[in-house]
């Protein structure tokens, strides 16, 4: 009690923070029992004229929103997620987000790709759900493209309102008549109001067109640094700021209607454009490819979660879900992959980190305690 009580008395002596944002602030921390954030000033703090991230208790935060391993429930009710990824020339990323989906706890993934990826998708794991209906320009005539955008979004939308989110974007790839289609599905989804990850080459397709997530407050955009300083020049027409990243994180956040952005880096960042948080936990040196891949299968696990959490409890005014499931996601992914590189060190492969994604929540939250 006594660290919340200090808390308190530091976050009302932070006057640089704006009303709206100090009352949200208050909020996270009180309907997680005082202990979902804890205070970090940056610099010195009111003093220097900064907004500064707040250190999420991330332990906490996925403790309240895993659910219990229950044998009354039924196939599905652990989530059920969908990655809108995979081309000819990328397979392993939405195997990646699939699949760690399933390693923390989700019950079923499914992998919508193009024709070419599907086989080799499916050779990975039995486990995922694989379904090719995506195309790409080379097998599409221009007088057939129109029919076939048609028929691709028809073979997604029905099964759309099964999933508890999507993940779009990892292996995506930048062909044209591609990204045509998934901006079709994204507009679906949103309608529909799924929440979205967007992540990788999904990425590339909001930075060129913003209407897509701009005020859907169930996107989640999940860049590294370069993605970053592309969605800050396009959207702020300004580089990148180290010196004020929370400031600026916040205000892209905004700038972009309050979807929830989760900046990748030394540090996490994450801001739904009212509060920025802070992840710091200890990962891994090793910076093999795919890491971000987890990171986005985890997102939509824990942000469904967060989502269904809310719903059982009726609570309107609880704090957002996409916020709590990029906290919680974050976190763990650092976990699994501090585990595996203690373990095999130079040699970490993503493989590795996912493989440590169950052992990693388990230490946390063991199963037979829910």
Known sequence: MNSWINFSSCLENHLLLSSPIYRRQLFLIRSFGGYCCKAHMEGQGAASGKITALEADAETVIRKITPVLDPRRHKGQAGKIAVIGGC?????????????????????????????????????????????????????????????????????????????????????????????????????????????????????????????????????????????????????????????????????????????????????????????????????????????????????VFSSWARSSNKEMDDKSASSPMMLGCIAGSSLLRRAASLAFADKKRATLTSDIIECLGKSLEDMIPAEQG
Not at 175 to 197: E, Y
Not at 274 to 296: A, E, H, Y
């Open 88 to 300: 000819r020339e990328y397979t392993g990323a939405p195997y990646f987000a699939a699949i760690s989906a399933l390693k923390i706890g989700a019950d079923l993934s499914h992998v919508f790709c193009t024709k070419d990826a599907s086989p080799v998708i499916k050779g990975y794991s039995p486990e995922l759900i694989v379904h090719p209906v995506l195309e790409e320009s080379y097998s599409v005539r221009d007088d057939e493209k129109a029919s076939v955008a048609k028929r691709v979004l028809a073979e997604v939308s029905k099964w759309m309102e099964r999933f508890d989110c999507l993940v779009v974007g990892p292996g995506l790839g930048r062909d044209p008549f591609l990204l045509d289609c998934v901006s079709d599905i994204m507009k679906h989804a949103r309608k529909s109001n799924i929440p979205t990850v967007i992540d990788g080459d999904g990425l590339f397709l909001v930075t060129s067109n913003l209407d897509l997530v701009k005020g859907y407050h169930l996107a989640v955009l999940t860049p590294n640094v370069n993605e970053y300083k592309r969605l800050i020049e396009k959207a702020l027409n300004t580089e990148v700021n180290e010196d004020d990243a929370p400031e600026q994180l916040l205000s892209l956040a905004k700038c972009i209607g309050g979807v929830t952005i989760l900046r990748k880096g030394n540090s996490d960042l994450v801001s739904d454009g009212v509060t920025v948080n802070k992840v710091s936990n200890f990962g891994s040196p090793r910076r093999c490819g795919g890491q971000g891949d987890i990171l986005s299968g985890c997102v939509a």
